[in-house]
């Protein structure tokens, strides 16, 4: 190989590997993304939008629900077509296009009639389920799906969903508060087979606040077997006594990533920084300065 051929090997793997070992800094979208502050969530140091309250309905089409006052439910893909709006797929398109910092967007959801559906009709590429989940993709340029499963806790169909994702073209990710041998068992046989840079199931966003208040990223990282990014509740009104200022926060992702090095942070949620007049810039220069 030519002296400038290797170089440019050499320069290439250096790149590749800069970007594998990126730090996360995400946020979760409770908030219509609709009425969010689009500029601020694209310009404050995150990397990584989760847009929470995606769900499966009994026929295999798919909503976008509304937490926010004001707003409606969206019906975002039936017949194996996007029919949310292009209002709607403009919004969420432009969170990675532009002045941003963005490079990856996922959606969130539950495992509410995901058991019923792996069964019947399947994962097969003519199910409604996966023709809507490949138009959603296209319409809003998905990179993964997040599973908040919370109640369900079914390996098999857990498992079953995350490989027809995979072969759509997602990854899949978890946000675990408790049950971690569930997570463990779906972890290994998502990616049963695959190497390390191909893992299917490769991201955990950890909730260390409510019912995860107790949760230690660095143990849950060692049962694992993989990087954790821990997630905390911004100052909110809800449950305040959960909720954390960004110096907080600092203190506590600090602490974390001293004593085993974490996958990055991330927060829940974006709807109480704007409610209680917060600042993402302020959040996200936690996250840039802890996990850059």
């Known amino acids: 190989m030519k002296p400038h051929a290797v170089c440019q090997a050499l320069l290439f793997q250096l790149l590749v590997s800069h970007a594998v070992a990126q730090s996360i800094r995400s946020i979760f979208l409770f908030k219509d993304v609709m009425k969010s502050n689009t500029t601020a969530l694209k310009t404050s140091g995150f990397n990584t939008l989760i847009m929470f309250g995606v769900g499966i309905l009994g026929n295999g089409d798919i909503m976008y629900y509304s937490n926010t006052p004001g707003s409606s439910d969206v019906l975002v893909a039936s017949g194996g077509a996007y029919v949310g709006g292009e209002a709607l797929a403009a919004k969420v398109r432009s969170f990675k296009t532009g002045d941003t910092g963005v490079n990856r967007l996922e959606i969130s959801m539950n495992s509410q009639n995901v058991r019923n559906l792996m069964a019947n009709p399947g994962t097969g590429a003519d199910t409604p389920l996966y023709r809507n ?51 463990i068992n779906v972890i290994r046989q998502s990616n049963s ?16 606040y409510d ?11 060692n049962a694992l077997g993989m990087r954790v990014v821990p997630l905390i509740w911004v100052i909110n009104d809800s449950k305040p006594v959960y909720g954390m200022s960004a110096a907080q926060a600092r203190t506590r992702f600090a602490g974390w990533n001293q ?9 829940w949620n974006d709807y109480d920084i704007e409610k209680m007049g917060l600042s993402y810039r302020e959040y996200g220069e936690v996250l840039k300065s802890v996990f850059p």
Not at 160 to 181: C, V
Not at 193 to 208: I, K, N, P, W
Not at 213 to 219: F, K, L, Q
Request: proline share 2%; with cysteine; charged share 20%.
């Open 193 to 208: 087979g695959l190497s390390e840079a191909d893992r299917l199931f490769d991201r955990v966003y950890l909730q260390c």
């Open 211 to 221: 019912g995860g208040a107790y949760n230690d990223p660095v143990a849950w990282q």
């Open 259 to 267: 004593r085993g090095a974490l996958g990055g942070g991330g927060y």
């Open 133 to 183: 989940f490949q138009a959603l993709k296209e319409a809003w340029t998905l990179d993964a799906v997040n599973n908040d499963d919370e109640v369900l806790y079914d390996v098999a169909s857990t498992v079953t969903f995350a490989k027809m994702l995979g072969r759509i073209g997602y990854k899949y990710t978890g946000a675990p508060y408790t049950n971690a041998q569930f997570w």
